[in-house]
Protein backbone atom coordinates (compact mmCIF):
# COMPACT_ATOMS: atom_id res chain seq x y z
CA UNK A 1 0.00 0.00 0.00
CA UNK A 2 1.28 3.31 -1.09
CA UNK A 3 0.78 5.68 2.13
CA UNK A 4 -0.10 9.21 1.47
CA UNK A 5 0.57 12.30 3.63
CA UNK A 6 -1.85 13.34 6.72
CA UNK A 7 -2.96 16.39 4.54
CA UNK A 8 -3.71 14.51 1.29
CA UNK A 9 -5.53 12.03 3.49
CA UNK A 10 -7.75 14.63 4.56
CA UNK A 11 -8.82 16.05 1.17
CA UNK A 12 -9.32 12.54 -0.50
CA UNK A 13 -11.48 11.78 2.44
CA UNK A 14 -13.23 14.69 3.17
CA UNK A 15 -14.41 14.64 -0.63
CA UNK A 16 -15.73 11.07 -0.02
CA UNK A 17 -17.74 11.78 3.06
CA UNK A 18 -18.98 15.30 1.48
CA UNK A 19 -20.65 12.36 -1.07
CA UNK A 20 -21.66 10.28 1.39
CA UNK A 21 -23.10 12.83 4.51
CA UNK A 22 -24.74 15.08 1.92
CA UNK A 23 -26.37 12.39 -0.30
CA UNK A 24 -29.94 11.34 0.78
CA UNK A 25 -30.87 7.81 0.85
CA UNK A 26 -34.45 6.81 -0.03
CA UNK A 27 -37.07 7.43 2.49
CA UNK A 28 -37.43 4.90 5.17
CA UNK A 29 -40.77 3.52 6.48
CA UNK A 30 -40.51 2.84 10.44
CA UNK A 31 -36.88 1.33 11.10
CA UNK A 32 -37.18 -2.26 12.27
CA UNK A 33 -35.99 -3.83 14.81
CA UNK A 34 -32.46 -4.86 15.73
CA UNK A 35 -31.75 -8.78 14.75
CA UNK A 36 -32.04 -10.15 17.96
CA UNK A 37 -28.98 -12.78 17.59
CA UNK A 38 -26.63 -9.72 16.16
CA UNK A 39 -27.96 -7.62 19.25
CA UNK A 40 -26.56 -10.43 21.53
CA UNK A 41 -23.55 -10.13 19.21
CA UNK A 42 -22.77 -6.31 19.91
CA UNK A 43 -23.89 -7.36 23.89
CA UNK A 44 -20.59 -9.93 23.88
CA UNK A 45 -18.52 -7.44 22.19
CA UNK A 46 -19.81 -4.02 24.72
CA UNK A 47 -19.02 -6.69 27.82
CA UNK A 48 -15.31 -7.77 26.27
CA UNK A 49 -14.03 -4.64 26.09
CA UNK A 50 -15.46 -3.34 29.47
CA UNK A 51 -13.19 -6.57 30.98
CA UNK A 52 -10.20 -5.43 29.35
CA UNK A 53 -7.58 -4.13 31.68
CA UNK A 54 -5.13 -3.31 28.61
CA UNK A 55 -5.61 -2.95 25.11
CA UNK A 56 -3.18 -1.99 22.22
CA UNK A 57 -3.67 -1.72 18.31
CA UNK A 58 -1.79 -0.65 15.10
CA UNK A 59 -4.94 1.04 13.74
CA UNK A 60 -5.16 2.98 10.72
CA UNK A 61 -7.38 5.26 8.69
CA UNK A 62 -7.65 3.76 5.29
CA UNK A 63 -9.37 4.64 2.39
CA UNK A 64 -8.65 1.89 -0.79
CA UNK A 65 -10.61 2.65 -4.08
CA UNK A 66 -10.80 2.43 -7.73
CA UNK A 67 -11.03 5.52 -9.97
CA UNK A 68 -11.91 3.80 -13.57
CA UNK A 69 -10.13 0.76 -12.81
CA UNK A 70 -7.07 2.60 -11.08
CA UNK A 71 -6.14 1.97 -7.84
CA UNK A 72 -5.86 5.01 -5.25
CA UNK A 73 -5.01 3.84 -1.99
CA UNK A 74 -4.49 5.81 0.75
CA UNK A 75 -3.61 5.30 4.84
CA UNK A 76 -3.60 7.63 7.98
CA UNK A 77 -2.40 6.24 11.36
CA UNK A 78 -4.37 5.86 14.05
CA UNK A 79 -2.60 3.63 16.79
CA UNK A 80 -3.81 3.12 20.18
CA UNK A 81 -2.81 1.75 23.51
CA UNK A 82 -4.64 1.70 26.58
CA UNK A 83 -3.90 0.72 30.44
CA UNK A 84 -6.98 1.47 32.78
CA UNK A 85 -6.64 3.45 34.63
CA UNK A 86 -5.08 6.34 33.35
CA UNK A 87 -2.54 5.22 31.13
CA UNK A 88 -2.64 5.93 26.98
CA UNK A 89 -1.04 6.42 23.75
CA UNK A 90 -3.14 7.70 20.67
CA UNK A 91 -0.89 8.40 17.91
CA UNK A 92 -3.71 10.32 15.06
CA UNK A 93 -0.41 11.40 13.08
CA UNK A 94 -0.73 15.01 13.07
CA UNK A 95 -1.26 14.88 16.71
CA UNK A 96 -0.47 12.48 19.53
CA UNK A 97 -2.43 12.26 22.90
CA UNK A 98 -0.12 10.14 25.86
CA UNK A 99 -0.50 9.94 29.54
CA UNK A 100 1.69 7.83 31.64
CA UNK A 101 -0.68 8.10 34.63
CA UNK A 102 1.29 11.37 36.14
CA UNK A 103 1.51 13.61 33.04
CA UNK A 104 -0.78 13.91 30.03
CA UNK A 105 0.74 15.50 27.05
CA UNK A 106 -0.38 16.18 24.24
CA UNK A 107 1.74 16.89 21.05
CA UNK A 108 1.05 19.00 17.59
CA UNK A 109 2.78 17.76 14.92
CA UNK A 110 2.66 20.62 12.48
CA UNK A 111 3.03 23.29 14.74
CA UNK A 112 5.94 21.20 16.24
CA UNK A 113 4.75 21.66 19.94
CA UNK A 114 3.56 20.13 22.67
CA UNK A 115 1.73 21.02 25.97
CA UNK A 116 1.66 18.49 29.53
CA UNK A 117 -1.18 18.75 32.11
CA UNK A 118 -2.44 16.73 35.06
CA UNK A 119 -3.15 13.28 33.85
CA UNK A 120 -6.69 12.49 34.48
CA UNK A 121 -7.44 10.09 37.57
CA UNK A 122 -9.18 7.87 34.86
CA UNK A 123 -8.95 8.00 30.96
CA UNK A 124 -12.76 8.58 29.86
CA UNK A 125 -14.58 9.53 26.36
CA UNK A 126 -14.11 13.00 27.10
CA UNK A 127 -10.27 12.35 27.44
CA UNK A 128 -10.11 12.24 23.52
CA UNK A 129 -12.66 15.25 22.70
CA UNK A 130 -10.37 18.08 24.34
CA UNK A 131 -8.23 20.61 22.25
CA UNK A 132 -6.27 19.28 19.08
CA UNK A 133 -6.77 15.52 19.53
CA UNK A 134 -10.36 16.05 19.44
CA UNK A 135 -10.67 17.57 16.63
CA UNK A 136 -7.84 15.14 14.75
CA UNK A 137 -10.11 12.31 16.04
CA UNK A 138 -13.76 13.74 15.11
CA UNK A 139 -13.19 16.58 12.94
CA UNK A 140 -13.55 14.28 10.06
CA UNK A 141 -14.53 10.42 8.50
CA UNK A 142 -12.43 9.30 11.51
CA UNK A 143 -14.81 10.59 13.68
CA UNK A 144 -17.71 7.76 13.48
CA UNK A 145 -15.50 4.79 13.63
CA UNK A 146 -13.43 6.45 16.82
CA UNK A 147 -17.39 7.31 18.13
CA UNK A 148 -17.75 3.59 18.49
CA UNK A 149 -14.45 2.38 19.48
CA UNK A 150 -13.20 4.64 22.17
CA UNK A 151 -16.78 4.71 23.95
CA UNK A 152 -16.61 0.44 23.63
CA UNK A 153 -12.82 1.60 25.39
CA UNK A 154 -13.50 3.86 27.90
CA UNK A 155 -17.45 5.22 27.49
CA UNK A 156 -19.68 4.91 30.07
CA UNK A 157 -22.64 3.56 28.07
CA UNK A 158 -21.65 2.36 24.54
CA UNK A 159 -24.70 0.57 23.93
CA UNK A 160 -26.73 3.92 24.06
CA UNK A 161 -23.77 5.77 22.10
CA UNK A 162 -24.66 3.23 19.49
CA UNK A 163 -28.18 3.30 20.15
CA UNK A 164 -28.24 7.15 19.52
CA UNK A 165 -26.96 6.72 15.94
CA UNK A 166 -30.31 5.82 14.99
CA UNK A 167 -29.34 2.63 12.74
CA UNK A 168 -30.68 -0.69 12.69
CA UNK A 169 -28.45 -3.32 14.19
CA UNK A 170 -28.43 -6.62 11.77
CA UNK A 171 -26.09 -9.09 10.18
CA UNK A 172 -23.98 -7.86 7.70
CA UNK A 173 -22.96 -9.90 4.16
CA UNK A 174 -20.63 -13.02 5.19
CA UNK A 175 -17.18 -12.15 5.56
CA UNK A 176 -14.22 -14.14 5.33
CA UNK A 177 -12.29 -11.93 8.00
CA UNK A 178 -14.59 -11.88 10.71
CA UNK A 179 -18.42 -11.14 11.50
CA UNK A 180 -20.06 -8.14 9.97
CA UNK A 181 -22.40 -6.47 12.06
CA UNK A 182 -24.67 -3.39 10.43
CA UNK A 183 -25.43 -0.26 11.39
CA UNK A 184 -28.30 0.55 8.37
CA UNK A 185 -28.29 4.12 9.13
CA UNK A 186 -31.50 6.72 8.00
CA UNK A 187 -28.78 9.41 6.52
CA UNK A 188 -25.75 9.42 5.61
CA UNK A 189 -23.07 6.46 5.13
CA UNK A 190 -23.86 2.82 6.95
CA UNK A 191 -21.65 1.52 9.41
CA UNK A 192 -19.73 -1.60 9.51
CA UNK A 193 -18.29 -3.49 12.00
CA UNK A 194 -16.44 -6.24 11.61
CA UNK A 195 -16.27 -8.68 14.52
CA UNK A 196 -13.24 -11.15 15.44
CA UNK A 197 -15.32 -14.38 16.24
CA UNK A 198 -12.96 -15.89 18.20
CA UNK A 199 -12.12 -12.60 20.73
CA UNK A 200 -14.83 -10.37 20.59
CA UNK A 201 -13.47 -7.62 19.52
CA UNK A 202 -13.33 -5.59 16.10
CA UNK A 203 -11.05 -5.75 13.57
CA UNK A 204 -12.99 -2.83 10.81
CA UNK A 205 -15.46 -0.46 11.00
CA UNK A 206 -15.87 0.81 7.62
CA UNK A 207 -18.23 3.29 6.44
CA UNK A 208 -20.60 1.81 3.60
CA UNK A 209 -21.45 4.36 0.93
CA UNK A 210 -24.68 3.69 -1.44
CA UNK A 211 -22.70 3.00 -4.76
CA UNK A 212 -26.06 4.15 -6.57
CA UNK A 213 -25.25 7.46 -4.87
CA UNK A 214 -21.90 7.52 -5.37
CA UNK A 215 -22.54 6.93 -8.97
CA UNK A 216 -24.39 10.33 -9.21
CA UNK A 217 -22.26 12.47 -7.23
CA UNK A 218 -18.50 11.22 -8.50
CA UNK A 219 -16.81 14.11 -10.20
CA UNK A 220 -16.65 14.22 -13.76
CA UNK A 221 -18.93 10.59 -14.45
CA UNK A 222 -15.97 8.60 -12.92
CA UNK A 223 -16.32 4.99 -12.33
CA UNK A 224 -15.59 5.06 -8.56
CA UNK A 225 -15.65 1.24 -6.62
CA UNK A 226 -14.77 1.77 -2.38
CA UNK A 227 -13.02 -1.53 -1.22
CA UNK A 228 -12.85 -0.15 2.09
CA UNK A 229 -13.11 3.22 3.98
CA UNK A 230 -12.72 3.41 7.97
CA UNK A 231 -10.49 2.25 10.58
CA UNK A 232 -8.58 -0.84 10.37
CA UNK A 233 -7.16 -2.53 13.91
CA UNK A 234 -4.04 -4.01 12.74
CA UNK A 235 -2.39 -5.80 15.15
CA UNK A 236 -4.56 -6.03 18.50
CA UNK A 237 -2.93 -6.92 21.82
CA UNK A 238 -4.74 -7.25 25.16
CA UNK A 239 -1.52 -8.12 27.09
CA UNK A 240 -0.04 -5.98 29.66
CA UNK A 241 1.77 -3.34 28.11
CA UNK A 242 5.27 -3.23 28.38
CA UNK A 243 7.12 -0.43 31.21
CA UNK A 244 8.13 2.49 28.51
CA UNK A 245 4.83 1.96 26.12
CA UNK A 246 3.78 5.39 27.79
CA UNK A 247 6.88 7.32 27.55
CA UNK A 248 7.10 10.38 25.61
CA UNK A 249 10.16 11.85 24.19
CA UNK A 250 9.86 15.10 22.22
CA UNK A 251 11.08 15.47 19.04
CA UNK A 252 14.34 17.48 19.26
CA UNK A 253 12.64 20.03 17.20
CA UNK A 254 9.57 20.67 19.46
CA UNK A 255 9.12 23.25 21.56
CA UNK A 256 6.72 23.32 24.72
CA UNK A 257 4.00 26.03 24.96
CA UNK A 258 1.66 26.69 27.46
CA UNK A 259 -1.02 26.91 25.09
CA UNK A 260 -1.40 25.94 21.14
CA UNK A 261 -1.87 29.76 20.78
CA UNK A 262 -4.68 30.67 17.80
CA UNK A 263 -4.44 27.44 15.56
CA UNK A 264 -5.79 24.26 15.84
CA UNK A 265 -3.52 21.75 14.17
CA UNK A 266 -6.36 19.91 12.57
CA UNK A 267 -7.78 23.20 11.29
CA UNK A 268 -6.12 23.88 7.88
CA UNK A 269 -7.06 27.20 7.45
CA UNK A 270 -5.66 27.98 10.56
CA UNK A 271 -2.45 26.31 9.76
CA UNK A 272 -2.23 27.93 5.88
CA UNK A 273 -2.65 31.20 8.03
CA UNK A 274 1.09 31.20 10.25
CA UNK A 275 2.54 31.83 6.93
CA UNK A 276 0.80 35.04 5.91
CA UNK A 277 2.58 38.21 6.34
CA UNK A 278 6.09 36.61 6.59
CA UNK A 279 8.11 35.65 3.35
CA UNK A 280 7.45 32.49 1.53
CA UNK A 281 9.33 29.48 1.34
CA UNK A 282 12.17 29.51 -1.25
CA UNK A 283 10.88 27.22 -4.23
CA UNK A 284 11.56 25.96 -7.25
CA UNK A 285 8.41 24.85 -9.89
CA UNK A 286 8.99 22.22 -12.26
CA UNK A 287 7.03 23.71 -14.71
CA UNK A 288 5.02 22.11 -17.90
CA UNK A 289 6.71 23.84 -20.94
CA UNK A 290 5.47 22.22 -23.85
CA UNK A 291 6.47 18.87 -24.81
CA UNK A 292 9.21 19.76 -22.09
CA UNK A 293 9.65 20.86 -18.63
CA UNK A 294 11.66 23.93 -17.11
CA UNK A 295 12.30 25.00 -13.44
CA UNK A 296 11.15 28.02 -11.81
CA UNK A 297 12.15 29.82 -8.79
CA UNK A 298 10.74 31.99 -6.25
CA UNK A 299 13.38 34.49 -7.45
CA UNK A 300 12.02 34.38 -11.29
CA UNK A 301 9.14 35.49 -9.74
CA UNK A 302 10.07 38.66 -8.36
CA UNK A 303 8.11 41.51 -9.68
CA UNK A 304 4.58 39.70 -9.60
CA UNK A 305 2.15 39.10 -8.09
CA UNK A 306 1.64 35.01 -7.95
CA UNK A 307 -1.24 32.84 -7.10
CA UNK A 308 -0.34 28.94 -5.87
CA UNK A 309 -3.34 27.22 -6.54
CA UNK A 310 -2.27 23.52 -4.75
CA UNK A 311 -4.92 20.92 -6.42
CA UNK A 312 -4.98 17.49 -7.31
CA UNK A 313 -6.58 15.30 -10.24
CA UNK A 314 -8.59 13.11 -7.25
CA UNK A 315 -10.32 15.94 -5.56
CA UNK A 316 -13.80 17.01 -6.62
CA UNK A 317 -13.61 20.50 -5.32
CA UNK A 318 -10.20 21.20 -6.57
CA UNK A 319 -11.56 19.98 -10.27
CA UNK A 320 -14.50 22.10 -9.31
CA UNK A 321 -12.60 25.63 -8.96
CA UNK A 322 -10.19 24.97 -12.02
CA UNK A 323 -12.70 26.36 -14.77
CA UNK A 324 -12.82 30.01 -12.44
CA UNK A 325 -8.33 29.40 -12.16
CA UNK A 326 -8.53 29.79 -16.28
CA UNK A 327 -11.08 32.67 -16.22
CA UNK A 328 -8.42 34.57 -14.43
CA UNK A 329 -5.55 33.40 -16.20
CA UNK A 330 -7.40 34.42 -19.64
CA UNK A 331 -8.28 37.69 -18.14
CA UNK A 332 -5.10 38.63 -17.18
CA UNK A 333 -3.02 37.34 -19.62
CA UNK A 334 -5.53 39.61 -22.28
CA UNK A 335 -5.02 42.68 -19.96
CA UNK A 336 -1.11 41.76 -19.71
CA UNK A 337 -0.89 42.22 -16.20
CA UNK A 338 2.06 41.16 -13.87
CA UNK A 339 0.51 38.37 -12.56
CA UNK A 340 1.85 34.58 -12.46
CA UNK A 341 -1.08 31.87 -11.71
CA UNK A 342 0.13 28.52 -10.75
CA UNK A 343 -1.83 25.35 -11.01
CA UNK A 344 0.73 23.06 -8.61
CA UNK A 345 -0.56 19.48 -9.21
CA UNK A 346 -0.01 17.27 -5.53
CA UNK A 347 -0.75 13.97 -7.22
CA UNK A 348 1.66 11.45 -6.01
CA UNK A 349 0.98 8.82 -8.83
CA UNK A 350 1.79 7.51 -11.28
CA UNK A 351 5.25 7.69 -9.95
CA UNK A 352 7.03 8.35 -12.90
CA UNK A 353 7.03 11.68 -13.83
CA UNK A 354 6.59 10.91 -17.48
CA UNK A 355 3.37 9.29 -16.38
CA UNK A 356 2.31 11.46 -14.20
CA UNK A 357 2.32 14.36 -16.38
CA UNK A 358 0.39 12.59 -19.04
CA UNK A 359 -2.18 11.63 -16.24
CA UNK A 360 -2.66 15.63 -15.15
CA UNK A 361 -2.77 16.32 -18.95
CA UNK A 362 -5.37 13.98 -19.66
CA UNK A 363 -7.60 15.40 -16.69
CA UNK A 364 -7.63 18.47 -17.42
CA UNK A 365 -8.08 17.74 -21.13
CA UNK A 366 -10.86 15.61 -20.19
CA UNK A 367 -12.49 18.73 -17.80
CA UNK A 368 -11.78 21.01 -20.67
CA UNK A 369 -9.58 23.15 -19.02
CA UNK A 370 -6.86 25.17 -20.40
CA UNK A 371 -4.40 26.81 -17.79
CA UNK A 372 -0.96 27.23 -20.71
CA UNK A 373 -0.63 28.96 -23.27
CA UNK A 374 -0.14 32.71 -21.54
CA UNK A 375 2.26 33.77 -19.67
CA UNK A 376 0.14 34.26 -17.23
CA UNK A 377 -1.12 30.42 -16.19
CA UNK A 378 1.55 27.66 -15.43
CA UNK A 379 0.92 24.10 -14.41
CA UNK A 380 3.42 22.62 -12.21
CA UNK A 381 4.21 19.11 -11.14
CA UNK A 382 5.28 18.56 -6.76
CA UNK A 383 4.87 14.56 -6.55
CA UNK A 384 7.12 14.77 -3.45
CA UNK A 385 4.88 17.97 -2.19
CA UNK A 386 8.02 19.16 -1.25
CA UNK A 387 6.56 22.71 -1.36
CA UNK A 388 2.76 21.86 -0.42
CA UNK A 389 4.88 20.67 2.91
CA UNK A 390 7.21 24.12 2.45
CA UNK A 391 3.98 26.52 2.69
CA UNK A 392 2.44 23.60 5.45
CA UNK A 393 -0.68 22.59 3.32
CA UNK A 394 -3.02 20.75 5.01
CA UNK A 395 -5.87 19.61 2.54
CA UNK A 396 -6.23 20.77 -0.82
CA UNK A 397 -7.43 23.19 -2.62
CA UNK A 398 -5.33 25.57 -0.91
CA UNK A 399 -4.46 29.23 -2.70
CA UNK A 400 -1.69 30.94 -1.32
CA UNK A 401 -1.03 34.48 -3.18
CA UNK A 402 2.18 36.52 -2.99
CA UNK A 403 3.21 39.63 -3.41
CA UNK A 404 6.05 41.25 -5.53
CA UNK A 405 8.32 40.89 -2.91
CA UNK A 406 7.38 37.27 -2.22
CA UNK A 407 5.55 37.99 0.40
CA UNK A 408 2.94 36.17 1.36
CA UNK A 409 -0.13 38.59 1.28
CA UNK A 410 -3.22 35.95 2.04
CA UNK A 411 -4.07 32.00 1.71
CA UNK A 412 -7.10 30.36 1.52
CA UNK A 413 -8.55 27.23 2.04
CA UNK A 414 -11.28 25.17 0.27
CA UNK A 415 -12.77 26.15 -2.87
CA UNK A 416 -13.03 30.16 -4.01
CA UNK A 417 -14.28 32.16 -6.45
CA UNK A 418 -12.74 33.90 -9.27
CA UNK A 419 -14.33 37.16 -7.64
CA UNK A 420 -12.84 36.19 -3.93
CA UNK A 421 -9.23 35.83 -5.42
CA UNK A 422 -9.44 38.60 -8.24
CA UNK A 423 -10.28 40.99 -5.92
CA UNK A 424 -7.00 40.32 -3.62
CA UNK A 425 -4.53 40.18 -7.13
CA UNK A 426 -6.13 43.60 -8.18
CA UNK A 427 -5.95 45.28 -4.39
CA UNK A 428 -1.65 44.20 -4.47
CA UNK A 429 -1.54 44.83 -8.34
CA UNK A 430 -2.82 48.56 -6.75
CA UNK A 431 0.33 48.76 -4.56
CA UNK A 432 -2.32 48.10 -1.73
CA UNK A 433 -1.68 45.98 1.05
CA UNK A 434 -4.03 43.00 1.71
CA UNK A 435 -2.31 42.73 5.28
CA UNK A 436 -2.99 46.25 5.90
CA UNK A 437 -6.14 46.15 4.90
CA UNK A 438 -6.76 43.46 6.95
CA UNK A 439 -5.33 44.92 10.23
CA UNK A 440 -7.28 48.40 9.46
CA UNK A 441 -10.88 46.62 9.10
CA UNK A 442 -10.00 44.16 12.27
CA UNK A 443 -9.40 47.77 13.88
CA UNK A 444 -12.59 49.51 12.65
CA UNK A 445 -15.04 46.23 13.78
CA UNK A 446 -13.25 46.20 17.35
CA UNK A 447 -14.12 50.06 17.84
Request: net charge neutral; glycine share 8%; charged share 25%.
Amino acid sequence: MHSFSPRTMLCGLACLVALAGGAAKAAHAEAPPADPKAKQLLDEVIKTYKGLTSYADQGKFVLNISENGKPKNQSSPLRLTIARPNKVDFDAGLVRLVSDGKTLTTSVEPLKQYLTADAPKAISFETFRQGPAGSAIFGGPTGPPMLILLNLLVGEDPAKVIEELDATLKFGPERKDGLSLMLDRKEGPDFEMVVDPETKLLKKINLVIDPEILAKTAAGGSKITIDQFGWDAGTVSTKAAAADAFAFAPPKEFKKVDSFAQANAEDPSAVAQQLVGKAAPDFTLTVLDGAKTRTVSKADLAGKVVLLDFWATWCGPCIKELPEVQKMIEGYAKDNKDVVIVALSQDEEPRELPELRKHVEKTLEEKKVVLTGTKVGLIALDPTQAIGNAFKVQAIPTLVILDGKGIVQAAYVGQQTGETLSKDIDALLAGKSLLKEKAEAAATKKD
